[in-house]
Structure formats: C-alpha cells, structure tokens
C-alpha cells in the first residue's frame, strides 16, 4: 500500500465525534478518500461532506445491528472502488459495579465494543484479503491492559477486542494487511458524555474502591490530557508506516499506565517459575516431533542457574 497515495480510502465507524470525526478532518485535508459511518451524529459530518463533495461518503451504521454491518461495507466499497484502511472506533464506556449492572446493559456493552468490531473486521477482511493489502486501526483504550474498579464489562471488551486483534494479525499478516491496536489514554473527547453508568447504586458499594473511583471521577481526579488532534494525527502515522506497530499507547498516561501494569504482571510470573517448573512432566517423554531440535528447559535453566 502506498503510503503517499492520495486515493487512499478510509473507512470509519464512529465518525460522528471524537477521535472518529477527527480523524475524517484530517484526511480529508490531506486529500484522503473517507468512507465515514455514525450511529446517529451527522451534523459535523454532513457540513464536512459540503466541503469535500467527491472525497467524503457518508453513511449510517450502528454496529450493534450485525446484519447490517456487511451492506454498508459492500456500498463504501462500490462508491470508492477499495477501501485500504479500516478504522474501527465505535464504543462507549459503561460505568458501574458487576452486580449494578443490568443483563441488557452488559449485553449492550459487549454487543458495542467487542462484537460489533468482530463482525466489522470480519466482514472487512475479504476485500483486503482480494486486494492484498490493508490496514486494520483498532481503537482500544489504556483499559485494554489496565484495570480500575466500576469498569469490569468496559474493560471485558477491551481486554477482549485486544486479544482478538493479536490473533487475526497473525492469520492475515501473509496478505500484507497489518492491524494496529490503539490504546489511548484519557483524552478531550465527548467519550465521557456518552457513558453510561448503572441503573441502581447498591449500598454496599458505597465505601468500597467502586465508590471511591465514581467520587474521583465526580470531582475530576482523572483529568483528560490527550490532545485528539494529535492522537489522530499519530494514528495516521502509524496507518502508513511500512511496518505498522500491533500496539500503539497514545499519551503520557496511557504509557505510565500500561508500563507500570506489565511491569508488576512480570514480577508476578517471574515469582511463580518455580511452582510453574514443578508441575511439568517427569517421565521423559518428549511429545516433540523426532526431527526437532530439543531445546533447553527453562526450568532447567533456571535450576542450573540456581
């Protein structure tokens, strides 16, 4: 894919605000072709399609209605010819302890962030298998390796979405398409006007971490210091380098974050090697085929080491 064409097509969910309708700015003025979708909010994008009539379609597709998905892809594709980057952007947060949560607002925020993106790259990956080439922009979120209280399911989607992502990259990589996970931090875009938060508040959580977390947010403890105009201009970036990144953290927070939580997962792994070491086979067989190298044990590394 070249990474000067100007009839380059991108398709992008949630383009209605946020990094989605930031995105479509830029690359419509970087002469880009855009195949802009939104559930609902098409004021920002029918002024953009006055401005740039021949480079901006625009269509509506809520990606919880899965049959749907499918059709409006086929007609970007039509109207443009190709489609080489896909940006999948839609999602919300949802805001509340497990048992507050009501089962169709469980169901809704899976349906959103994680299988709405299923379907999506799903569908997409046929042309992109046809044409060779492809980029596939998953937005996630600093969520997807971190945790707070109160955000169980939003994190169940993004811990989700991720591992997803990393496993497709690797069926299509020899197609030359390259999916990119975005992990953002907390940034200045409407994402906190569209939370939605649980129907009831149970007592017992008042005190708890689950209480305390909707106190800071309440009083503005996590401030938002990603700036969306360059968080868009880097995920451009990342689209059209030769090699794209299969991650890409996005802000001084989401950096520290993300670190900071790798960094304690392996010193928690690396605490348990010995029990790890201890529950492997004893007996000597080797289920390996007879033609390969035996490689040393780790175990047994790590007990000649010792």
Request: net charge neutral.
């Amino acid at each position: 894919m070249s990474a000067v064409s100007n009839t380059q097509t991108w398709f992008i969910t949630g383009a209605g605000g946020g990094f989605g309708l930031e995105l479509t700015r830029q690359l419509l003025a970087l002469g880009k072709q855009v195949a802009a979708t939104t559930r609902a909010s098409f004021d920002a994008l029918n002024a953009l399609q006055a401005q740039y009539p021949r480079q901006l379609w625009v269509s509506k597709l809520d990606v919880t209605e899965l049959d749907s998905i499918a059709p409006v892809i086929k007609a970007a594709h039509e109207h443009f010819g190709s489609i080489d980057v896909l940006v999948s952007n839609a999602g919300y947060v949802l805001l509340g302890a497990l048992e507050e949560l009501e089962p169709e607002q469980i169901h809704r925020q899976l349906q959103t962030n994680l299988y709405g993106p299923i379907f999506l790259i799903r569908a997409m990956l046929p042309y992109m298998r046809q044409q060779k080439h492809g980029r596939i922009i998953q937005l996630s979120s600093e969520a997807g390796q971190i945790t707070f209280p109160a955000l169980s399911l939003y994190h169940a989607s993004k811990w989700g979405i991720e591992g997803f992502c990393e496993s497709v990259a690797r069926e299509v990589a020899a197609f030359d398409i390259h999916i990119t996970i975005v992990q953002p931090g907390r940034a200045s875009t409407d994402i906190d006007e569209h939370a939605q938060t649980s129907v009831g508040q149970l007592p017992a959580y008042q005190q708890s971490t689950v209480g305390l977390y909707r106190k800071l947010l309440t009083m503005g403890r996590f401030p938002s210091i990603g700036d969306p105009v360059k968080i868009a201009t880097r995920i451009i970036e990342a689209a059209q380098a030769p090699q794209p990144p299969l991650r890409l953290a996005l802000g001084e927070d989401a950096y520290k974050n993300i670190s900071r939580a790798l960094q304690e997962r392996l010193q928690q792994l690396e605490a348990q090697k010995d029990v790890a070491c201890s529950t492997s086979r004893t007996d000597g067989i080797d289920q390996r085929p007879p033609q390969t190298t035996p490689r040393p044990s780790i175990c047994q590394t790590h007990k000649k080491s010792g």
